[in-house]
């Protein structure tokens, strides 16, 4: 998100307090999925800023959301996305690897703090002990990394795209549970069973050269979300 | 009511002549257009074809203070919208004719 898409954002997060909560409510779920859309974050803001002037003006003149913008808000959101110009390709791009570079910063600091070998490295930095200062990297902990970053674009996505559907609507209360409890339950166990058979080493990093990475990617991310991004 | 497929090729052409007469609003167009019998029309079904006539160049916007908060949009023809809106004039006077010939045993034309 670059900067003029940020003010924009805080603008509209700004106005988003002055909706009623039902009018909020509609408005999250046409955000929600305008997020997926193919079309720039500017252009996101842009709409949800016009979405916002037309829903604010109507709750003004007493008049239900419905009435300006018709029941089928899905319909309509795909008539604005239609609208709009689609990104780039390498806009695209630029979006998957600010992503990325943003999860993997994330990744590596959690990795820097909860390591099993970070405590003892630290110990030995404070010390001045000139000892281990490598920080390993297990095949499990890849495998996992992996997993928790095809997860979270997963997880958005199906969000987004399903943002018009209640809870209600997509599933009854018991298939619910039961569905829940088995995605909770696979993912523990898929979690135990990688930690237990991924516990070989598959490289080693020095802590100062991981710091150096996860900030370098945190920077790459900053570089890509202000300067590169298209608008 | 008019149907919304009958709607569909002439509600673009119509928003460019409420344009073409002065800068206006989203909502003023909705409200101008139910002057005129199109009772249907609200604001959310004008907003994607504004968007895409501003995407085409037809039409320019800019933001102005409104008394609710957040800034409105305010939009006016430009000279390629003003080409278009006399292509669709152009068009929907043929059509116009034909149907008209159709239905009032106006006969072939020669």
């Given at each position: ?178 569905v829940?409890g088995a995605i909770?339950v696979g ?45 | ?110």
């Amino acid at each position: 998100m670059n900067k003029q898409t940020k003010i924009l954002n805080r603008q509209n997060n700004e106005l988003d307090k002055k909706l009623v909560p039902e009018n909020q409510t509609i408005m999250t779920d046409m955000v929600c999925y305008l997020r997926v859309a193919n079309i720039s974050d500017y252009d996101q803001e842009l709409v949800r800023h016009d979405l916002l002037e037309i829903v604010l003006s109507a709750q003004e003149r007493g008049e239900e959301i419905s009435a300006v913008i018709g029941d089928d808000y899905k319909q309509f959101c795909d008539e604005i996305i239609a609208s709009l110009p689609e990104k780039s390709k390498k806009s695209k791009w630029l979006d998957f690897v600010d992503t990325i570079l943003l999860c993997l910063s994330v990744l590596g600091l959690i990795h820097l703090v909860l390591s099993k070998d970070s405590f003892q490295v630290f110990k030995h930095l404070i010390t001045g002990k000139k000892d281990n200062f490598m920080i390993s990297f297990t095949i499990g902990d890849i495998i996992s990394y992996v997993i928790i970053l095809a997860a979270s674009f997963a997880i958005v996505h199906y969000i987004g795209k399903t943002s018009f559907k209640s809870v209600a609507q997509n599933t009854g209360r018991v298939k619910r549970f039961i569905v829940g409890g088995a995605i909770g339950v696979g993912i523990m166990g898929g979690f135990i069973l990688i930690n237990a058979l991924g516990r070989q080493t598959m490289f080693q990093v020095h802590v100062i050269a991981l710091c150096i990475v996860t900030l370098c990617m945190y920077a790459g991310h900053k570089i890509l979300q202000n300067y590169v991004q298209a608008k | 009511m008019i149907p919304s497929q009958m709607l569909k090729g002439t509600l673009e052409g119509c928003i460019l002549k409420v344009i073409s007469v002065k800068e206006t609003y989203g909502y003023e167009i909705s409200q101008e257009l139910q002057g005129y019998g199109f009772s249907n029309i609200s604001e959310g079904t004008i907003y994607p074809l504004l968007l895409r006539m501003e995407k085409n160049g037809y039409i320019q916007a800019q933001y102005r203070d409104s008394l609710v908060g957040p800034k409105r949009k305010y939009f006016s023809i430009t000279p390629i919208g003003e080409q278009e809106l006399d292509n669709f004039v152009g068009s929907w006077k043929l059509l116009e004719r034909a149907v008209n010939r159709l239905f009032t045993g106006g006969g072939k034309e020669e």
